[in-house]
């Protein structure tokens, strides 16, 4: 499925059948040049056309001009398209012109000739998800065969014979030298006329703005409105445009929501142009959902100029546009203002939001719903995109992950899907956009179409937040920038930094008291305002107790939702989870259930979703019922209520505790075995580090004694593991767990724990944390080796504490440290024994090299092979090799192992291994890659490998006399370096 066009395609396009030249030409050859089966080079030679060619490649790019009113946008898209595929040769041929090349092709060349026909060659077109510098550097290699293929078809003509060597230099210099560059040079002159009059041209290559200082998508509007077709909208658009318009004036959260007294700006006041990275998919490995896909990508502040760009280039045409983001990061918001500011007269927008479509809907059915919604009326997606009067359609799916979410169906083909509609849709005629924006944690395994641009959506930077509050401090008390970035993780999301700004604005206490809080506290106060108002909000009589009662119920059940999320491992939970979860934890199975006096709590979904800091994420089934996922915007928030519930829970356990009877030897820990037997608090440090600090408020001797003496009893048969069973798990694995998080408390509330403290001899640590590992998965083992650090000496006491490493650290020196937590003494000798290997090559390579050690001389060419795969230094590869050469292996095979591993060989290691092989009667010209015994010992300078190894000097003397060489070499005596095999 081609994308670009040839010239000759683009002459069409441009009504070149009109032109007298090419008429004259096409005629005289009978539409051969139109057909573009007749070589370019003897066309120009036969009309002596070239001047002709570069004035009709002039004026059908000026003609562009003559039709860029009253045509829909893509025929308009279509034209500059061919007039950008008219330039690209055109600069080649007005380069090669200035070199004054005069040849004159005989009727006798044409066959030879002919084999040189550029008017079929897709030319290259720039893309908007490129740098400018990088469209520039494409169109490099393409005038670079252009000059080759015209070189090509001069010296296979007769007129090259009449050339003497000094005018066939200059052509070849011209050729492939000075035309490609000079080509560069002209297509630049010419691109820069051609976007002086065309403004999407200069998008498409990336140029940069010079009016990029406008917000909230402003200038995109206004480059847009620059080159619009004029068009009158259809009734339709035009109401859709009128209801887009409308969410400009809207301010960011609705009144009911909003402390009194705080006036809360409009949209399009407050927007900020986020940051961006954007990526051609298809042109990376790896998958977008991975950071690490990300870490070489540019960080872009131009939005408005990469969206005028994509939505007027035909690129748009054949792919969708993925927009990624986190929660809260203005995904929805972003496609909202798109809609808002695209110009009715070019763009048809449709904006679906998939949360409301059916789940099971495939994509037709989904704009259709999409449309009924907007227009209130059903219209089919035939009729609408036939009628939008040259206006785009451009379809907006917002919320992909939250149809993901909801329905719990994977549809890794949801782009593909699309690109083959888009496709379909070109094909009759009717083309269009689809943008589908989604989370950046949702789209593993989602399937890129071929040229599909990625779009991620960044946090707010320093400077952003500033400006955002400069908005918002226009019109309420001023919140200071410079408090609100103590806080970064919460400011640099557009809805946090919101939510930041609405609880400062009620007392200030915020800018208050934001220096003597911590982050645990900062959080407390957040979720403790924002529960009082949902809470407060049906007016009922309440005493401050029974208030208080009410917003802690409120709390605990959001805890429960952080709690559902954290024990599935998941960033999200469904609904009916939710439900389960709380009626197993906190005895809510109905909506009617109250709590403190006259307070009606409505079921978890409906209270949950009202808050800033839980998105909720909806699908509808056909027969309307809906599906609906629960997510904190930042994940620390869920990590604080997790921490929260269960310090609370423990903090119910030692009240428990001290209440129980004498005649029992410990309290019943089933309600804290089912909140910690799922999930190790050590996969978490946000969370350790919250539990840190309601540690630090608490009584922590009676607490760890108390987790001391459940330590103590964790073998002991268990009467009941309780009814809360999020996910189904093994009892030992639910063991294994409870015992880790056991211990994580322990070090929470007694920074050092001596074995003596747990009643545990260094022994008894050892096979607990061997069966941690037995049970454990690799991700929660690993954060057990991050969490805890482990002290001892010979006399087997052992401290343990909460170790220091960042989460940073490399896993593969995680393991490497490993052994300091389980005291497994064979481990840390073996560890001891490579960790100078792992120090000086890396764990890969190191493990490679042990494999290597362990192998069998027989089968040695896949170990060496496994070396260099896993990123040894050449020179390693080649010196593990060669020591093994001329041993009894297949020196064959081991040679071949080191084909095109880049790096010196050492001289002694591989003149021992050539002399080997000679002496075993090895034939080197079975490997004609690699120099053999006689090029060794003539080319190389050997006088320092023999001063070390006299009997090296000794076998290389004999093996010269058997192959007929003087000896001693007189080069034996030179010193040069070896060349890479």
Known sequence: MRKTYSYNEAVKILGGREHPIVAAMDKLLGGALLAGSLGLWQVLDLFDAKPDFIKLSNELISKVSQKRRKVSRYTRTQQLHAAHAVLVMTAFFEAFEEQQIRLKATRSDREIVAQYNPWRLNLPLPSVGRPYEENLAALRPLYDRLGVSLLDAVTNSASWDSLNETERDRVREAALRRAPVRAVQRYEELLGQLAAEYPEIRFWCAIQDAGSTRKALARLEEVLCETTTDLTPEVRLAELAGAYRGALARPLVKSTEVPEGVQIPSLADAYIDPRFQVVIGTERAGAPSLLAWWDDVAVRADLHAYLVGYLTSPMALTAPLLVLGDPGSGKSVLTEMLAARLPASDFAVVRVELRSTPADADLKRQIEHGLRTLLHEPVSWADFSRNTGGALPVVVLDGFDELLQATGVSQTRYLTVI???????????????????????????????????????????????????????????????????????????????????????????????????????????????????????????????????????????????????????????????????????????????????????????????????????????????????????????????????????????????????????????????????????????????????????????????????????????????????????????????????????????????????????????????????????????????????????????????????????????????????????????????????????????????????????????????????????????????????????????????????????????????????????????????????????????????????????????????????????????????????
């Not at 991620?456 to 500033?466: A, C, D, H, T």
């Not at 006491?797 to 440290?817: C, I, N, P, Y």
């Not at 020591?883 to 192992?897: E, T, Y």
């Open 419 to 981: 690109a083959d509609f888009q496709q379909t849709l070109k094909d009759m005629g009717r083309p269009a956009v689809f943008v589908v924006t989604s989370r950046l944690s949702v789209c593993a395994g989602l399937q890129l179409p071929e040229d599909t641009h990625v779009v991620r959506l960044l946090p707010f930077s320093e400077q952003q937040v500033r400006s955002w509050l400069d908005v918002w401090n226009s019109a309420n008390v001023p919140l200071p920038a410079e408090t609100v970035l103590e806080y970064p993780d919460l400011a640099s999301q557009p809805l946090l930094l919101l939510m930041l700004a609405l609880y400062d604005a009620v007392d200030s206490s915020f800018q208050r008291d934001h220096l003597g809080m911590s982050r645990g506290q900062l959080y407390e106060r957040l979720l403790d305002r924002f529960t009082r108002r949902e809470v407060t909000k049906d007016d009922a009589d309440r005493s401050e107790a029974d208030l208080a009662a009410d917003v802690e119920f409120e709390l605990e059940r959001l805890s429960v939702v952080a709690l559902a999320m954290f024990n599935r491992g998941a960033q999200w939970v469904a609904e009916h989870e939710v439900t389960s979860d709380l009626a197993q934890l906190l005895d809510v199975g109905s909506p009617d259930r109250q709590v403190g006096t006259r307070t009606p709590l409505s079921a978890g979904e409906t209270v949950l979703g009202r808050f800033f800091f839980v998105q909720k994420t909806e699908a509808v089934r056909e027969d309307n019922t809906k599906l609906r996922t629960y997510e904190f915007l930042h994940a620390t928030f869920g990590e604080y209520l997790v921490a929260r519930f269960v310090w609370e829970r423990l903090l119910i356990l030692q009240r428990e505790d001290a209440a129980r009877s004498r005649r029992k030897s410990t309290v019943d820990d089933t309600e804290l075995y089912s909140v910690l037997s799922f999930m190790t608090l050590s996969s978490s440090v946000p969370l350790l580090d919250f539990l840190r600090e309601f540690a630090r408020k608490s009584s922590r001797d009676g607490l760890f004694d108390l987790v001391a003496r459940l330590l103590g009893a964790r073998d002991e048969r268990r009467l009941s593991r309780g009814e809360y069973e999020p996910v189904a798990l093994t009892n030992s694995v639910r063991d294994a767990k409870y015992s880790v998080n056991l211990m994580a408390l322990a070090v929470v509330l007694k920074e050092k724990v001596y074995g003596s403290d747990l009643r545990l001899s260094a022994d008894d640590w050892r096979r607990e944390a061997l069966f941690w590992k037995s049970r454990l998965s690799g991700v929660e083992w690993t954060g057990v080796v991050r969490c805890f650090w482990v002290e001892w000496d010979p006399d087997r006491h052992f401290v343990v504490g909460l170790s220091k490493r960042t989460q940073d650290v490399r896993a593969e020196w995680l393991l490497m440290t490993e052994p300091d937590v389980t005291l497994d003494d064979f481990a840390l000798m073996l560890r001891d024994a490579v960790l100078p290997l792992v120090s000086q090559h890396g764990l890969d390579v190191t493990a490679a090299l042990i494999n290597l050690m362990a192998t069998p001389i027989e089968r040695v060419a896949p170990a060496i092979r496994r070396l260099a795969e896993a990123g040894a230094r050449g020179e390693v590869v080649l010196r593990e090799a060669d020591a093994r050469l001329g041993l009894g292996g297949d020196d064959v095979a081991i040679i071949k192992a080191t084909y095109g591993v880049p790096g010196a060989a050492d001289r002694e290691v591989q003149l021992d291994a050539w002399l080997r092989l000679h002496e075993r009667g090895f034939r080197f010209e079975l490997v004609p890659e690699v120099r053999d015994l006689t090029s060794l010992l003539t080319t190389v300078g050997l006088w320092e490998v023999f001063q070390r190894r006299p009997d090296l000097f000794k076998r290389a003397t004999a093996a010269a006399a058997e192959l007929g060489l003087e000896r001693p070499l007189p080069n034996w005596q030179l010193s040069q370096p070896d060349r890479p095999r």
